[in-house]
């Protein structure tokens, strides 16, 4: 029999609801490694096992399946999945490619729990598709903070001009999602970070008030990198102050690259 040729499933479905939670895992597994298009339904409904390795393997197999009809349930598998999970749910979802990209900007718009609109932007965001800038900016108005996060490490990488002006008022006035938080300054300095990188020199304060913290607070490699990448002479002496404070730290390490960087 090829290795490519689906083998039959027949075997592993009497241990899909035994008791065991290592008898289901290793059904599950089976029904994975079987690449047998019969095993979607049985796949599909191990993603409302409660062991991890089960769903694990349920996760694997509806991806190395490839049927898009897998796509709703893995998104409302993410309503109640551990971290472990979410990370694996994300790795299939993304997988499907093309297929996932109106699943994933409906769950942004639509979906009501908030970590299912978070990694539905993250998914976004590693597709490199059109509408993925587009979602990450509604996020920033999401009432969630998590999803707020999501889309400012979406942001960052995506450099987009049209970022810029959504950007710069995130930090000027963060969004009402956030006025409990104590950190306020920590998600304005992620949305300087973005700002940063399409060379706006509005990030320049916010990122300047980073060396005016604790040492262990500053983020000073991503503070010192995003400085160097704002076109204007202001940076420059803010980039000295690392190397001023402590010159055999990693920080100003980082500031010599940096402007070594720069001077060429």
Not at 131 to 149: Q, Y
Not at 200 to 214: G, K, T, W
Request: charge should be negative; aromatic fraction near 4%.
């Amino acid at each position: 029999m090829s290795a490519k040729t689906p083998k039959p499933i027949e075997p592993y479905l009497p241990g899909l609801n035994d008791p065991d939670a290592k008898i289901r895992r290793e059904a599950v597994k089976g029904l994975r490694q079987s690449r047998n298009p019969d095993a979607l339904p049985h796949l599909i409904a191990a993603l409302q096992d409660e062991s991890v390795g089960v769903l694990i393997h349920a996760i694997r197999g509806l991806e190395a399946l490839g049927d898009p009809a897998a796509i709703p349930p893995l998104l409302v598998r993410l309503r109640g999945a551990s971290c472990d999970v979410c990370d694996e749910v994300g790795a299939a979802l993304v997988s499907f490619g093309d297929e996932a990209v109106p699943h994933l900007l409906a769950a942004v718009s639509d979906d009501p729990h908030p970590r299912v609109r978070a990694i539905a932007i993250t998914c976004l965001r590693q597709l490199r598709t059109d509408g993925a800038v587009e979602a990450a900016l509604s996020g920033l108005d999401d009432p969630d903070p998590m999803v707020i996060r999501s889309a400012l490490a979406a942001l960052w990488p995506m450099k987009d001009a049209r970022a810029r002006e959504p950007l710069a008022r995130f930090i000027e006035s963060p969004p009402a999602a956030l006025s409990a938080d104590s950190d306020l300054f920590g998600w304005r300095r992620e949305a300087a970070f973005a700002l940063a990188e399409l060379g706006d020199e509005r990030a320049v304060d916010v990122l300047a008030a980073s060396f005016n913290l604790p040492p262990d607070q500053r983020r000073c490699i991503d503070t010192i990198r995003q400085l160097g990448k704002i076109g204007s002479p202001a940076v420059r002496p803010l980039i000295e102050a690392y190397i001023n404070d402590d010159p055999e730290s990693t920080c100003a390490s980082q500031a010599r690259s940096v402007l070594a960087d720069l001077d060429r």
